[in-house]
């Protein structure tokens, strides 16, 4: 096989008490990727569709991932990738995390898979690192495994998979505005106090067991960020009153995808996911900025191949 078409899914990271740590995979928006082997060496990004971004590898998320792994290897031909970016960057829904998980995974099934997927996470780190100025894996994470995914260390890196709820549906809405990660991390208190410190502790360690326990209660009483979400909620317009009318529309509990700006909603079902869908949409109008909206299960398959 010398050519690869791949989908390359959005995710959800941090997940309101799981700062840095904590991600999931959506199963309705991604980006589609080709690549292939040539003869010529080295790594080579030949077509972009959707957005601008660079042609340069060394300055393509995808290019640094993937000159991470072909560095690693000792090859006598090169890779050529094609994006046809469909997440816009800065959206907060992992648009990086897609396009360093998609060039490994593309290349590693082409040569055999002589590469585990936490070894490919671990390219993948070094493009993500390209974006948000740091090295974590709380979007590769669940891009690459699917489902929930805790990032338990990145220096030895360790992935652990959380089981999903089967009726977990995620209503996603997406301002037309651009929050850079590094900008959004230049916000966040370099201290905080002690009693907020234990607050997130057993909020996420009862997100853990929700979601073990398939107790959507639970669940939903843990998706509350005491120490990120209140400093970074501010550079979202509409945040407050987007939570609020997804709560009242039934949704277990709603929070920052990412950096933002997308707001992320966690729901029991299908039907009560479409209805928060359709809450939200009523509030943001008033808002008037241009948004997409995103309901989709949860992709507990991750990255996967389309032919």
């Known amino acids: 096989m010398n050519e690869i078409k791949i989908f390359s899914p959005a995710t959800?990271?941090?997940?309101?008490c799981g700062f840095d740590v904590m991600g999931?995979?959506?199963?309705?928006?991604?980006?589609?990727?080709?690549?292939?082997?040539?003869?010529?060496?080295?790594?080579?990004?030949?077509?972009?569709e959707g957005?601008?971004?660079?042609?340069?590898?060394?300055?393509?998320?995808?290019?640094?991932?993937?000159?991470?792994?072909?560095?690693?290897?000792?090859?006598?031909?090169?890779?050529?990738i094609e994006i046809y970016k469909k997440i816009k960057p800065g959206s907060g829904i992992g648009s990086s995390a897609a396009s360093a998980v998609g060039s490994v995974f593309g290349m590693n099934e082409l040569l055999g898979r002589p590469y585990?997927?936490?070894?490919?996470?671990?390219?993948a780190i070094k493009g993500?690192?390209?974006?948000?100025?740091?090295?974590?894996?709380?979007?590769?994470?669940?891009?690459?495994?699917?489902?929930?995914?805790?990032?338990?260390?990145?220096?030895?890196?360790?992935?652990?998979?959380?089981?999903?709820?089967k009726e977990l549906y995620a209503t996603i809405i997406h301002p037309q505005i651009e929050i850079k990660t590094s900008e959004s991390r230049a916000l966040l208190p370099k201290e905080v106090k002690l009693e907020d410190a234990i607050t997130q502790w057993a909020?996420?360690?009862?997100?853990i067991h929700g979601l073990h326990t398939n107790n959507y209660e639970i669940?939903?009483?843990?998706l509350k960020d005491v120490i990120v979400e209140p400093h970074r909620s501010k550079l979202i317009p509409y945040f407050d009153a987007v939570t609020k009318a997804a709560i009242n529309a039934g949704?277990?509990?709603?929070?920052?995808?990412?950096?933002?700006?997308?707001?992320?909603?966690?729901?029991?079902g299908e039907e009560t996911a479409i209805n928060v869908k359709e809450a939200i949409e009523k509030t943001y109008s008033k808002a008037g900025i241009e948004y997409d909206m995103h309901v989709s299960k949860i992709n507990t398959k991750g990255i996967k191949i389309l032919n």
């Open 116 to 123: 585990s997927k936490r070894q490919l996470t671990e390219f």
């Open 203 to 207: 909020n996420f360690g009862s997100l």
């Open 24 to 48: 999931f995979c959506l199963d309705s928006v991604g980006d589609e990727m080709v690549i292939r082997k040539t003869e010529k060496k080295g790594i080579h990004i030949t077509h972009i």
């Open 128 to 165: 993500e690192a390209l974006a948000s100025k740091c090295e974590h894996a709380d979007n590769l994470a669940p891009a690459m495994f699917g489902g929930f995914a805790l990032v338990k260390s990145v220096s030895p890196l360790e992935i652990l998979e959380i089981p999903s709820p």
């Open 12 to 16: 959800v990271a941090n997940v309101s």
């Open 251 to 268: 949704a277990l509990g709603s929070g920052i995808s990412g950096s933002g700006p997308s707001i992320f909603s966690l729901s029991q």
């Open 51 to 80: 957005f601008n971004l660079p042609y340069e590898t060394d300055k393509n998320v995808s290019g640094v991932s993937a000159l991470a792994m072909y560095n690693d290897l000792d090859l006598d031909f090169g890779f050529e």
């Open 219 to 222: 669940i939903g009483k843990s």
